[in-house]
């Protein structure tokens, strides 16, 4: 059974950095991409980054480019989101997602449960 | 970036078909994916590539695509049908993009 548990979410003040975790069972983490989409509070679904199955290409939604990164353990079947400069607009709860194929421009077939980043002083 | 748009809202009633639009241009050449979301859960993946199911998906949810519009449609409507829809593509320009989402109330 796929399983993905984010972790990592949080209360931070704007500027702060976080970093959120992802860790995957029960498929081959390393043939798969992954992403992170978020959801701001009552609002609609917006993808943020993904990262290909070897972790050699990452990509980024225009408005968190140059503040996150995204990165993936293979080893230890994780991936992470590193977010720093945080603002007021990221609070959302942040999804990690797995592609149904390994170059990132497939469907989500499986979504973790979220992990609230609120960022407010 | 690639803009997707879905009607707020639909209405239907138990039994019924509803159909969830999402317009984009020239939508009918990307490959389309539907999301479900009831609230307070993760989404769930109910049509990938325009028209495939997943498993443990009932044949009650199908999909379509051509021209400007692609359409989520959903038969014999069920009370556990009412969620949340979000239509979704990849496109070079923007990578992933979503639509607004789709508030689908069963009356």
């Known amino acids: 059974e796929v399983q993905l548990l984010e972790s990592g979410g949080g209360l931070v003040q704007p500027g702060g950095s976080l970093r959120l975790s992802c860790a995957a069972s029960?498929?081959?983490?390393?043939?798969?991409?992954m992403s992170w989409v978020r959801q701001a509070p009552g609002k609609g679904l917006e993808w943020v980054s993904g990262?290909?199955?070897?972790?050699?290409?990452?990509y980024y939604v225009g408005s968190v480019k140059g503040r996150c990164t995204i990165s993936r353990d293979n080893s230890k079947n994780t991936l992470y989101l590193q977010m720093n400069s945080l603002r007021a607009e990221d609070t959302a709860v942040y999804y990690c997602?797995?592609?149904?194929?390994?170059?990132?421009?497939?469907?989500?077939?499986?979504w973790g449960q979220g992990t609230l980043v609120t960022v407010s002083s | 970036s690639y803009v997707l748009t879905q009607p707020p809202s639909v209405s239907v009633a138990p039994g019924k078909t509803a159909r969830i639009t999402c317009g984009g241009n020239?939508?009918?050449?990307?490959?389309v994916h539907w999301y479900q979301q009831k609230p307070g859960q993760a989404p769930v993946l109910v049509i990938y590539?325009?028209?495939d199911r997943p498993s443990g998906i009932p044949e009650r949810f199908s999909g379509s695509n051509s021209g400007n519009t692609a359409t989520l449609t959903i038969s014999r409507v069920e009370a556990g049908d009412e969620a949340d829809y979000y239509c979704?593509?990849?496109?070079?320009?923007?990578?992933?993009?979503f639509g607004g989402g789709t508030k689908l109330t069963v009356l």
């Open positions: 997602a797995k592609d149904l194929g390994s170059d990132g421009h497939a469907p989500l077939d499986y």
């Open positions: 029960g498929f081959t983490f390393s043939i798969y991409a």
């Open positions: 990262i290909s199955g070897s972790g050699g290409s990452t």
């Open positions: 020239n939508i009918g050449s990307k490959s």
């Open positions: 590539y325009d028209s």
């Open positions: 979704q593509v990849w496109d070079s320009s923007s990578d992933r993009s």
